[in-house]
């Protein structure tokens, strides 16, 4: 009787907004710590896979579970990851961001030193391949380390939909993050500096639309890339009727009507929307493609190409110096790992893939015996 | 356990990093230079600057060696290279100047340029070797395809005369000294970036017969440098520089030679970067501050 009294209610397992797949496990993490570890240990019954359990918050007493294959996952990290865990002395946790935010090593850098992930399937092939998996009770949202940037370029889909295409599709959304961060910058350096790399119909063009601005173009695209954040904002947190009503006015108010009365020209109100667009092609770095973005827009708007050069080579020599728990985030592109390319912008298929990721610490390199087949190839 | 496998840059990485390196920023800047200075005896300066170059690696590699605390002698020669990578790394920034101001950049003050670029140079100083190295390791990758594209357009046209490596009047070559001295500084990666780990005397000779392959090659590009563009200099009574050089490229609009230019610059300001950490590297030696 008295246990019936203090269960709390839950909600039912379902497919979870984020990492939707066409084929493939639909299962996603729930609020309850208990169903979610469940989840995951369905998936990995072996004995090797330890949990850690831990009391964090002084009022929320929240239960964390850090889990990890004792036979694959590096200790020092694993030893590093319970130290700092233990370390948090606060009012409470009610969610894995804030244990998030407390692992992160470098606490004002622009990434994430774990990556958020809300499938148990994807978070069973991180553990084999030796990283942590942090979970939260009240949290439908599991946290693995070490995170490092390629995981935001692979998707789910690479994995349950074979071969055919992931190269491209990798490649694509690669491009299309360098495209979100890099291509305002690049509009007004072109417009403001360099008209002599534009084709002349082009040229013309852009100028016809851009004759009666209001704004100095480098305003202007501020402008745009504000609104475009609000409406961004908005949308997310209205009800979702509301939220497609917003995108109408948002369509038709700044995309039409205000390129036509000449608040803002229409090539400026395209690049944000490219730009805008693609940045949704890595949901993980949506709010750092935004600060880049703003950033580079500057950049390119006051310093031009040099500028835009200089800059991408700082963020680049910035992103290549992070090496949180001892995965560089930038492997296995920088440092060049060759056995890591096999599931990098590239994926072999599974037989041939023989050894753990080097990127990711771990003391068992070997994934799976190599048969006479896996040889041949 | 490889927790720290991939975070050191190890002698593998170090000699591919060179030979990439070597290869993609000098190909991509250094023949116009050396065709502006020498004209069609190009090759017989890389020559010089090759040999310039093994001397400096050697060098260096004994520096990664022997700099400690009982022999003062390397700590000395540190502090007598300081002054040349320094040299260098001026060179160095009057070449991104010299692109950035004249070429790609005419509407920006020269004061602006200097701030952005002293500010650069302070952000490089914070970072770690092994950055850089990554950093490179990716950018290499742009350069070469810039240079692939700045090679390509050429080739439909190329006749090929062996008699213009010996064109010219070969006393030009001393004109390129001081170029030789300012771009075969590849030396500057070994000390950069090779002293992340301990190197045994096996690996000094691996480092420096990379030097050598490197430098070889660089020589047989120069070769084939004059060879392309020597036939179709004279044809066009234009100086073999005018076909190859940034400005060049930029000023046909409508084509890419943009991204040509601006991996050029984005090859320079790695560069700059290397040599301020090269210096550091050095400072730190020459006061015992390595381990």
New interface residues.
């Given amino acids: 009787m008295a246990e019936k009294q203090t269960e709390t209610p839950q909600r039912s397992i379902t497919e979870p907004p984020t990492g939707q797949v066409l084929l493939g496990p639909r299962e996603g993490f729930i609020e309850n710590i208990d169903t979610n570890v469940s989840l995951v240990t369905k998936r990995i019954k072996s004995k090797d896979l330890k949990w850690v359990k831990l009391t964090i918050g002084r009022y929320t007493q929240t239960q964390v579970m850090l889990g990890y294959i004792d036979s694959i996952a590096d200790q020092t990290v694993v030893k590093t990851v319970l130290t700092r865990l233990k370390k948090i002395n606060c009012d409470g946790i009610v969610d894995t961001s804030y244990i998030s935010e407390s692992l992160n090593p470098d606490h004002v850098g622009l990434y994430n030193a774990a990556a958020s992930e809300e499938k148990p399937d994807v978070v069973a092939s991180r553990l084999l391949e030796g990283r942590i998996v942090i979970l939260v009770d009240g949290s439908p949202v599991a946290l693995t380390i070490p995170h490092i940037f390629l995981e935001n370029v692979q998707n789910s889909n690479d994995y349950y939909g074979g071969n055919a295409g992931v190269k491209l599709k990798r490649t694509i959304r690669l491009i299309g993050a360098l495209i979100a961060i890099l291509l305002p910058g690049f509009f007004l350096a072109v417009s403001l500096y360099h008209l002599s790399i534009i084709p002349l119909k082009t040229l013309t063009s852009i100028a016809n639309a851009t004759e009666n601005d209001l704004f100095p173009p480098i305003v202007e695209m501020i402008l745009v890339i504000i609104l475009f954040e609000i409406i961004y904002e908005a949308t997310l947190v209205m009800p979702k009727h509301l939220g497609s009503a917003t995108s109408i006015i948002a369509v038709f108010v700044v995309g039409e009507v205000a390129s036509t009365v000449g608040l803002l020209s229409a090539p400026t109100v395209l690049v944000v929307a490219i730009s805008g667009i693609t940045s949704y092609i890595m949901p993980n770095m949506i709010a750092q493609i935004s600060i880049l973005r703003f950033i580079f827009c500057l950049v390119g708007g006051f310093l031009g190409l040099y500028g835009l050069v200089a800059g991408f080579i700082v963020l680049l020599v910035y992103t290549a110096s992070i090496d949180h728990y001892g995965a560089p985030y930038l492997a296995p592109f920088a440092p060049y790992i060759a056995d890591d390319q096999k599931d990098a912008l590239d994926k072999v298929p599974f037989p041939e893939m023989i050894k753990r990721p080097q990127s990711i610490p771990n003391h068992n390199p070997i994934r799976q015996r190599a048969t006479e087949e896996n040889h041949e190839h | 356990?490889?927790?720290?496998?991939?975070?050191n840059?190890n002698l593998r990485?170090l000699c591919?990093g060179y030979f990439l390196y070597s290869t993609s920023i000098k190909v991509l800047t250094l023949p116009s230079a050396l065709a502006n200075g020498a004209g069609n005896w190009a090759w017989l300066s890389a020559i010089l600057g090759v040999i310039f170059e093994l001397v400096m690696v050697a060098v260096a590699s004994l520096i990664l060696k022997f700099t400690n605390n009982q022999n003062h002698f390397f700590r000395v020669l540190c502090w007598l290279v300081v002054p040349v990578l320094i040299f260098e790394t001026v060179l160095t920034a009057i070449q991104v100047f010299h692109l950035?101001y004249t070429d790609?950049?005419?509407?920006?003050g020269i004061t602006?340029?200097v701030i952005?670029l002293v500010g650069?140079g302070l952000?490089?100083l914070t970072?770690?070797p092994?950055?850089?190295?990554?950093?490179g390791?990716?950018?290499w990758l742009f350069f070469a395809l810039g240079l692939i594209l700045a090679i390509i357009p050429t080739l439909y046209n190329i006749q090929v005369d062996w008699h213009d490596l010996v064109r010219g009047n070969g006393a030009r070559i001393f004109t390129t000294t001081v170029l030789n001295l300012g771009f075969f500084e590849t030396a500057t990666f070994v000390l950069a970036f090779g002293s992340e780990t301990r190197k045994t005397n096996r690996d000094l000779v691996r480092i420096n017969l990379t030097a050598l392959l490197c430098g070889i090659g660089y020589i047989a590009f120069m070769i084939l440098f004059v060879l392309l563009f020597g036939t179709l200099s004279r044809e066009q009574n234009m100086g073999l520089v005018d076909l190859t050089t940034a400005t060049q490229f930029?000023?046909s609009?409508?084509s890419l030679?943009?991204l040509i230019a601006?991996s050029i610059?984005?090859a320079l300001?790695?560069r700059f970067?290397t040599q301020l950490v090269a210096i550091v590297t050095l400072i730190k030696r020459g006061l015992n501050q390595h381990d």
């Fill in positions: 356990m490889n927790t720290k496998r991939h975070q840059i990485q591919i950035a790609l950049f005419t509407n920006l602006v340029f952005t650069l952000f490089f970072r770690q092994r950055a850089m190295f990554r950093a390791e990716i950018l930029i000023t609009s409508g030679d943009w601006t610059l984005a300001v790695l970067g």
